[in-house]
């Protein structure tokens, strides 16, 4: 019997355990239902939980460690047993059978089904949350040991402090961060530069200035920028705000000839990334008491004087937290560089002012997991091993930032009540 | 008593007249206000660019050109047996139907009496596209009876001269393209006028699968179009009853505990992971560890669930917590068990609110482009894939995705293609608008106040 046949047959074995148990347990009371302490769904759901539950959880368990003894040494003594489906199917039966008499044996009116039941869901519940501990454990891991073999292969102080990029699948690649780092720090900076300001004087202008028509229609469009997938902001870099720049700025000005650049880029993240600063402020200004406002408006203060001199201030720790928020989100965003800021690695070695130059093509940490990781991949090749280190910085670096961000919304918030 | 003024001790105001600082500073009230307007100005302008440029380039990616020919098929060359097996014709690949192309172009300027100067045979049959050859093979592998007969076919004419219908390409262009010569496009308006070329709207754009570098003309989004329906499905299935189920314990049952706090920690920072961490993670364990087959959908769709899960706990949490205390209070005042006052009475009024985050989360995914590039999904398909097959299971074969499609297109040379991917986009973007627009009317209609 194949697997996916013994787990549709494990999910009818269970359907019949609900209706057996439940016409068992009314008619141990002869049709009775007041004399049951639980309704009689509740016996039922309990044989059907008891049947189904422990056999899907032995499959689940049994499959993982097959596969993980299989790749390494750690669960060694299980790889006898993951090659034998049978042995498998043989003892989760068991399981499910014993669940099923286990589940009408208890159908008797004295037993509280009800209570019995409720811990089963309560178990599926559980184990439904578990899933995102599930997922961090599996990214770590899964970069984490990549990295080491990476590591094993690559010096880790070349890696972090190698001031060249130039990966060669022959051999001989230099694979050092900080090319790619400066061009990620410098994209995200130009975003930022764009987006902080435009997205917070949006934002205090939708709360504090704009009448409620303009708001209506202006505060949508801007969330509407925010519900874009960045695959569309990537192609309208490339199209258009790429040659846009090249030819009108960068030309002109003898810069460089390249569509894609660290301006464009820049540029389009900083689009991108207004109405997540916007959205933010929004909520961290309207959290600024009213009384405050009025205090200060009171004292003859004009309302943009209101603004910077009272609200600003207040709602500082919260738009400190935005800006580090946006900037983990200008860290980590992938298709706009891809498509916008070229795949030339910064190159120290030409001297600073290349490495300056807002439209010279730059690459960054995220391009290059795409490139290394994309095509035809090696996975005993540092070159290609690379891209998990790679990740795993990027990892570290954006979840040091979030929680930074929290870190600074906590401490210093203002509490008014 | 008479009040004595001192004159100089101070300048003299009045709530009529303004004053020079009164004047500054209603001048930066003012300036402020600009700041303010501007800067929201900025982000509408920048959402109209964003816009016009998408639907300038790919709106006439939904028009394609084709031209009808009278094409002769010879039973001679197409089935030399002549008894029309289909084992048999299928020999005849598709270099052996594109002579009969040739000599049909030149019949039908023939029949019309079109004569362009200049204009060699061979270089008017190359204004028919590559993938004409191949039409017109499955047309008669279709219907054998059509051997020995002259058929009119619509097939379609190559990137270029479909360029120079839609204004990409114009003579000046031609007289230095190699691929276009400003004959072929006198040829071209010579068969306009004859009836022949015409521009139609492009179903094959949303069915057909994607073609090579060469032919953009018969590019299409079918494949990628049921690779997203496919990791849709998959997300769906799964995201919603373990997100449901994750947001109702944290949200009800969990006792504060070192667990639950990890637990909350963890959701709220994997919801700023960047996505192309959860492509690694597709890689290193759906991939490379459990050995799932690359570019499959049920692969993308587990990753897509995994990075969607948070950002559906996270609105359904906030759904249940609107649900005010006194339905609780109600519900377990008349005997209902904790379990049975939150699945019959919370869950069903906090559902419209956590169908909405549901929605939400379901469209970031469908627009999610990074982690598919990690898992193969780039890889060039032309396979519809099946839904279930023996070998490769559920959702297995390899497929493409909408985003994905469009940055492989952005990758080719042909400039055709620019308006391929656009037009994808504008395909995208539509399905987005629609569950948007489905996830706004389930607030508006549902969404009860407390």
Redesign the interface.
């Known amino acids: 019997m194949t697997l996916p046949l013994f787990v549709l047959l494990l999910l009818v074995v269970a359907a019949s355990a609900y209706v057996a148990a439940r016409a068992r347990a009314t008619a141990s009371v002869g049709g009775d239902r007041r004399k049951l302490t639980s309704l009689p769904n509740s016996y039922g759901l309990n044989a059907a939980f008891a049947a189904a539950i422990p056999a899907l959880g032995l499959i689940v368990v049994w499959l993982l460690l097959g596969?993980v003894s299989t790749?390494t040494e750690i669960f060694a003594f299980f790889r006898p047993l993951a090659e034998r489906p049978q042995l498998l199917i043989a003892i989760s039966a068991l399981l499910a059978v014993g669940g099923f008499a286990y589940g009408i044996a208890r159908a008797t009116p004295g037993f509280r089904a009800?209570?019995a039941a409720?811990r089963w869901?309560?178990v599926?519940?559980?184990s439904?949350?578990?899933?995102?501990?599930l997922?961090?454990l599996?990214?770590i891991l899964?970069?984490l040991?990549?990295t080491a073999n990476f590591f094993g292969k690559y010096s880790w102080t070349e890696f972090f402090f190698g001031l060249t990029w130039s990966p060669d699948f022959r051999g001989n690649s230099q694979l050092g961060l900080l090319p790619l780092l400066w061009g990620t720090l410098y994209i995200s900076l130009v975003a930022l530069l764009v987006s902080v300001?435009?997205?917070?004087?949006?934002a205090?202008?939708?709360s504090?200035?704009?009448n409620p028509r303009f708001r209506s229609f202006?505060k949508p469009?801007?969330e509407?920028?925010a519900?874009?997938?960045?695959?569309?902001?990537?192609?309208?870099a490339?199209?258009?705000v790429g040659p846009v720049l090249r030819d009108w700025f960068a030309i002109p000005m003898g810069l460089g000839e390249s569509g894609s650049s660290v301006m464009t880029a820049g540029l389009v993240m900083g689009?991108m990334l207004?109405?997540f600063v916007?959205s933010l402020s929004d909520d961290i200004i309207n959290s600024v008491p009213q009384s405050l406002r009025d205090g200060s408006l009171g004292l003859g203060a004009?309302?943009?004087?209101t603004?910077?001199r009272v609200v600003l201030p207040a709602a500082l720790p919260g738009i400190v937290g935005a800006v580090l928020?946006a900037a983990?989100?200008a860290?980590?965003?992938?298709?706009i560089v891809?498509?916008g800021a070229g795949a030339a690695a910064a190159q120290f070695k030409e001297g600073i002012g290349e490495v300056v130059n807002p439209f010279q093509a730059m690459t960054t940490i995220?391009v290059k997991?795409?490139s290394q990781?994309?095509g035809d991949t090696d996975?005993a090749a540092p070159e290609t091993l690379v891209?998990?280190a790679l990740?795993l910085t990027?990892?570290v670096f954006?979840?040091g930032l979030?929680?930074l961000a929290?870190y600074i919304v906590r401490k210093y918030r203002e509490q008014y009540e | 008593m008479t009040d004595t003024v001192t004159p100089g001790a101070r300048t003299k105001t009045s709530l009529l007249a303004t004053d020079a600082k009164t004047k500054k500073?209603?001048a930066?009230?003012a300036?402020?206000?600009v700041?303010?307007?501007?800067?929201?100005l900025?982000?509408?302008v920048?959402?109209v660019?964003?816009m016009a440029?998408?639907l300038g380039?790919g709106l006439s990616a939904f028009k394609q050109t084709y031209v009808t020919l009278s094409i002769e098929l010879p039973e001679a060359k197409l089935d030399k047996s002549g008894t029309r097996d289909i084992e048999v014709m299928k020999k005849v690949t598709t270099l052996g139907y594109t002579p009969l192309l040739k000599d049909a172009m030149e019949r039908t300027m023939a029949g019309h009496d079109i004569a362009i100067e200049g204009l060699s045979a061979k270089e008017a049959a190359e204004m028919i596209s590559k993938e004409a050859a191949a039409t017109l093979r499955d047309q008669v592998l279709a219907n054998p009876d059509l051997v020995g007969q002259t058929i009119d076919l619509r097939v379609l004419v190559n990137g270029r001269i479909d360029g120079y219908f839609k204004g990409r390409v114009d003579r000046e262009i031609a007289a230095l393209d190699q691929n276009v010569s400003p004959e072929q496009l006198d040829l071209a308006d010579a068969l306009r006028d004859a009836g022949l070329m015409e521009t139609v709207f492009n179903w094959a754009f949303l069915t057909a699968p994607d073609a090579s570098d060469q032919r953009p003309e018969a590019a299409g989004l079918g494949v990628a179009i049921l690779g997203s329906i496919y990791m849709m499905i998959v997300v769906l299935v799964l995201a919603l009853?373990?997100?449901v189920?994750?947001a109702?314990?944290?949200e009800e049952?969990?006792p504060k505990n070192r667990w639950t706090d990890?637990?909350e920690v963890?959701?709220?920072?994997?919801a700023?992971?960047?996505?192309?961490?959860?492509?690694?993670?597709g890689?290193?364990?759906f991939i490379?560890?459990?050995?799932l087959r690359a570019s499959a959908p049920i692969v993308g769709g587990l990753v897509l669930t995994?990075m969607t899960?948070?950002r559906i706990?996270i609105p359904a949490r906030a759904a249940l917590k609107a649900v005010p205390p006194s339905i609780r209070d109600a519900a377990l005042g008349v005997g209902a068990?904790?379990?049975q006052s939150v699945f019959h009475h919370v869950l069903p009024l906090a559902a419209p609110g956590i169908l909405t985050g549901l929605i939400i989360g379901l469209?970031?995914a469908?627009?999610?482009?990074?982690p598919l590039?990690?898992i193969?999904m780039?890889a060039f398909v032309r396979e519809y894939p099946a839904a279930w097959s023996p070998e490769n299971g559920l959702f297995g074969e390899p497929s493409t995705a909408l985003?994905v499609q469009?940055?492989n297109w952005?990758q080719r040379a042909d400039p055709a293609f620019?308006e391929r991917?656009?037009g994808a986009?504008i395909v995208?973007?539509v399905f987005?608008l629609v569950m948007?627009a489905a996830a706004v009317i389930l607030r508006r209609r549902f969404e009860r106040r407390w």
Not at chain 1, 331 to 335: A, K, Q, R, S, V
Not at chain 2, 35 to 40: E, M, R, V
Request: proline residues 5%; charged residues 10%.
């Open positions: 596969r790749q009800r209570i409720e869901i309560l599926l519940l559980i439904a949350a578990s899933v995102a501990i997922t961090t599996g990214i899964s970069m040991f990549e300001p435009v997205g917070l004087l949006a205090i202008y939708m504090e200035y704009a202006a469009a801007i509407v920028l519900g874009i997938p960045t695959i569309v902001y990537g192609l309208f490339l199209i258009t689009v207004i109405p916007s004009t309302p943009s004087e603004i910077r928020l983990s989100r860290i980590g965003e992938t298709m891809v498509l995220t997991i795409v990781l994309t996975f891209a998990f990740g990027l990892f954006t979840l979030n929680v929290l | 500073r209603n930066a009230e300036r402020f206000r700041y303010g307007l501007t800067a929201t900025l982000a509408i920048a959402l660019v964003l440029s998408i380039n009853p373990i997100g189920a994750a109702i314990y944290l049952f969990a990890l637990i963890n959701i709220s920072n994997l700023a992971v960047p996505s192309i961490v959860f492509g690694i993670l890689l290193a364990i490379n560890f459990v050995g995994l899960l948070p706990i068990s904790k379990m469209s970031q469908l627009g999610e482009t990074a590039l990690l193969g780039v985003p469009v940055y952005t620019v991917a656009s986009i995208l973007l987005l948007n």
